[in-house]
């Protein structure tokens, strides 16, 4: 009897807690669409008469999907001073042959491209950047990953935010153009979850972090934190352009610009392992916002307390309830404000996607080991690499 009564009181206990995390889902997804709309709603006027040159930085690690195209979009501004700095660590890389081809497509643009394998940490992207700077003629420095591709008002929007003497950093959202069903989840994530959840930190307290998608940062605010070295041994050397800016005390800020993210078709296995990769990335870098994280996985709790209650009235009501305004999230976020074509498309994939993702989640507690092209490396606190594993 006693132990009935034990067994009861502990299911009980389980289901309020469940239904605890269910409503605050719910109302992290009602925040996520508010964030949405005060950001997007905001006004944007462009002053086109300012125009300080910029220096563009392109890593080039090998050759991207659609790289030439990518390429040239940035090769394309409507902008009247800027000048491009490709940087390849490897001589015999495959992507010297693409930026070759832009440079004959376009021999009035400034560009320039720095081959060196000099390198200053684990992070070889770093060191890149750290090369290419060196040929970086101006104050504005602009960082992009190679798999971005962009408009020709690109630089005259991105640039806006900088008549603000404050500001030290600008990024940028990102929407995917995904291949295979793979990437697609990808993809939904991304537009579905990741950025609403972008939105609601910008809203709460201002971002202080960017995105390798773009990252426009002051000389001064880089030279502040003590250059690209600074970053050179971490995994997520994006997020640390905007957070150590930020604690020297800079602005940084999230333009209203989406850029295209190319991303190139991957296996389940290449998935599971990126993502789990930038899981524990995220965990060793940020452990309380990792475990907070619990509270947004609506899809996943208001599921188990629909089992929990052995699929009473009370728990579909909750489930049905969680489940529309996690799509609704989803719809107004992804697809009406990021106007993400893959989100579109695919929109009904997101609950499949946030189940996958929740055992990704449930998984970043587990290690700190990482692979990553093709090395093996150890994170410590804060998100650094160590490569005391790297030939195991």
Known sequence: MGFTLFLNYAISIIELLL??????????????????????????????????????????????RDAEQNLASFCQQDYPEY??????????????????????QFPDLDIQMVVSDRIIGTNLKVS????????????IILISDSDIRVGEDYLQRVIQLFQDENV?????????????????LEAIGTA????????VSNHMEGIKFAFGSTIVIRR???EAI????????????????????????????????????????????????????????IRVSRPWGYVGLLFTYGTVTSLLLAIATGGSIFGWTVLAITWVMRLLMGWLVGVKMLNDQVAKKYFWIIPIRDLFHFAIWCSGFIGSTIAWRGQKF????????TADLAKS
């Open 19 to 64: 239904f605890i995390l269910c409503l605050s889902a719910i109302f992290f997804y009602c925040y996520g669409i508010y964030a949405a709309i005060a950001f997007f709603h905001q006004p944007q006027t462009i002053n086109s008469a300012f125009h300080p040159p910029i220096s563009i930085l392109k890593p080039i690690c090998g050759v991207d």
């Open 83 to 104: 000048q491009i700095v490709f940087a390849v660590r490897d001589r015999q890389d495959p992507g010297i042959e693409v930026i070759n081809k832009i440079i004959q």
């Open 128 to 139: 890149n950047l750290a090369n290419a700077v060196t040929a970086a003629k101006y104050e």
């Open 168 to 184: 030290g950093v600008v990024t940028c959202l990102y929407r995917s153009l995904a291949q295979g069903w793979v990437t697609i």
């Open 192 to 199: 579905c979850d990741f950025h609403p959840g972008v939105l």
């Open 220 to 222: 001064q605010a880089l």
């Open 226 to 281: 003590g250059g690209f070295a600074a970053v050179a041994d971490y995994l997520a050397d994006d997020f640390q352009l905007g957070y150590l800016p930020a604690q020297a005390g800079y602005k940084v800020v999230l333009c209203d610009y989406i850029v295209d993210h190319v991303l190139a078709s991957s296996t389940l296995a290449e998935a599971i392992q990126r993502q789990i990769r930038w899981a524990r990335c």
């Open 378 to 385: 150890k994170l410590i606190e804060g998100g650094k690499l």
